[in-house]
């Protein structure tokens, strides 16, 4: 009889948006060195669509995501989840308060792109693409102080790109989407950075079939992939979290 590989469960507070979420759990089944369904990584999902939008929180000043979030979490907790990713970035601007109502090991999607970035030997400047909130909650540049020399913020014309990338992807408009993702990144390769993240999880899906992949770090994979050796880890030794 074959023996059943040991599997930590990942609990994914997704549904932020619903399409990303759906993407990340492609992304972490084509992460996984597995030849047969049994040594795939266990996966509970809560997808919730509803949670207030984050990053017009962030820019209010309102706190209105984190209750639905903290619900989502306890549900994940009730079932049996060892581990938690959350597959989207501006979320984790409630990461701290989450992670401080918990036993259980929330991974940081900047934490996985930091170390996508160690392995990389990257130390220069990255840039950063994302939505309002995740640049003004400031958690990428916290988180990645120390690793890189700078974290390059887009300016206005070039973050008008992005919001348009990420509103298309949500609304199902792909080809819009990557259009707008496109000229974004073209922007930030043009000003000569060494990396250019895609730190929100409905950029990769705007620049699936764009060639500009050079240099360019997608936050979704980056999390699958921390998923996958969570999952698989021996230890039950806790990952790096926020104090």
Avoid at 36 to 51: A, M, R, Y
Avoid at 121 to 149: C, E, H, M, N, W
Avoid at 212 to 234: N, Q, W, Y
Wanted: with cysteine; hydrophobic share 50%.
């Amino acid at each position: 009889m074959a023996i059943v590989p040991h599997r930590r469960l990942i609990g994914v507070l997704g549904g932020m948006g619903p399409a990303a979420t759906v993407d990340f759990l492609n992304k972490i089944v084509l992460s996984t060195p597995a030849g047969t369904d049994q040594e795939h990584v266990p996966i509970i999902l809560h997808g919730v669509p509803q949670i207030p939008d984050r990053s017009s929180a962030i820019e209010s000043g309102s706190d209105a995501p984190f209750l639905p979030m903290l619900a989502g979490l306890r549900m994940l907790e009730r079932n049996g989840a060892d581990v938690i990713a959350i597959p989207c970035n501006t979320a984790h601007h409630w990461y701290d308060r989450l992670a401080r109502t918990t036993a259980i090991d929330i991974i940081h999607i900047a934490d996985a792109v930091r170390d996508e970035l160690v392995s990389r030997k990257s130390l220069g400047a990255v840039a950063l693409l994302a939505t309002r909130g995740t640049i003004a909650s400031g958690l990428y540049q916290t988180r990645l102080a120390g690793t890189v020399d700078t974290v390059v913020v887009p300016d206005e014309h070039v973050q008008q790109l992005v919001d348009a990338s990420i509103a298309a992807i949500k609304a199902g408009d792909e080809r819009a989407g990557g259009a707008a993702g496109e000229a974004a990144v073209l922007a930030l390769i043009e000003s000569g950075v060494e990396f250019i993240i895609l730190a929100c999880t409905e950029l990769p899906m705007a620049l699936r079939h764009s060639q500009l992949t050079a240099g360019v770090i997608d936050s979704t994979v980056a999390l699958a992939r921390a998923c996958v050796i969570a999952s698989m880890a021996v230890s039950r030794a806790p990952l790096a979290r926020a104090g």
